[in-house]
């Protein structure tokens, strides 16, 4: 069964880089039946696709991010990385690392999410 | 970007009632749409896929219908571990985007 775990700061200062990590562990990263990334919620709120990745291959990104997220795969460390640049307190949100099927495009697997906060 | 409207946001249900919410694209999106059952704490879990296929393990109370821009997801016979929040994702386009969600209660 996959497994997803998240792992990263709580707490990001105002104008900082948020770096997550997401191990996978059940799953082929390698796989070439399926897209790995993140989606974000607000407290309370709905549900944004930050983007994603297909392993060797090249990411997408939700264009509202405006240029400030990377996506990477590390097939050795079976890892997902997300990096979201100049920080405001809008991207307060929990993030959840997921995997997505390459035809459907429906996310099957999720992990737990992380709660985000960013504050001075 | 594609915009998902779900309805009702909230709903009022007891178990034994069948349970259906609406999801409408802002245009055409064939069959690439997908729902999902949230409780709170815990991450989305996804019930249906490609409008109408029931994802493996997902009880046969769910069910999804519906094509181009109008969908239906509907719960018979609800349960008590039914009661959650409900959204509808579109897969046809990126950036993928989802319904507001509908909270059954």
Not at chain 2, 47 to 75: C, H, K
């Amino acid at each position: 069964q996959v497994q997803l775990q998240e792992s990263g700061p709580g707490l990001v200062k105002p104008s900082q880089t948020l770096s997550l990590t997401c191990t996978v562990s059940g799953a082929s990263i390698s796989s070439n039946r399926h897209y790995w990334g993140w989606i974000r919620q607000h407290p309370g709120k709905g549900l944004e696709w930050l983007g994603y990745i297909y392993s060797g291959g090249s990411p997408y990104y939700n264009p509202s991010l405006k240029g400030r997220l990377s996506i990477g795969v590390d097939t050795s460390a079976s890892q997902v990385s997300l990096k979201l640049n100049s920080m405001t307190a809008a991207d307060s949100a929990v993030y959840y690392c997921v995997r997505a099927q390459t035809v459907e495009l429906v996310f099957d697997s999720w992990g737990q999410g992380t709660l985000v906060t960013v504050s001075s | 970007d594609i915009q998902m409207t779900q309805f009702p946001s909230s709903l009022s249900a007891s178990v034994g009632d069948r349970v259906t919410i609406t999801c409408r694209a802002s245009q055409s999106i064939n069959a690439f749409l997908n729902w999902y059952q949230q409780k709170p704490g815990r991450a989305p879990k996804v019930l249906i896929y490609a409008a109408s296929s029931l994802q493996s393990g997902v009880p046969s109370r769910f069910s999804g219908s519906g094509s181009e821009t109008d969908f239906t997801l509907t719960i018979t016979n609800l349960q008590p571990e039914d009661f959650a929040t409900y959204f509808c994702q579109q897969s046809f386009r990126t950036p993928l985007t989802f319904g507001g969600g509908t909270k059954v209660e």
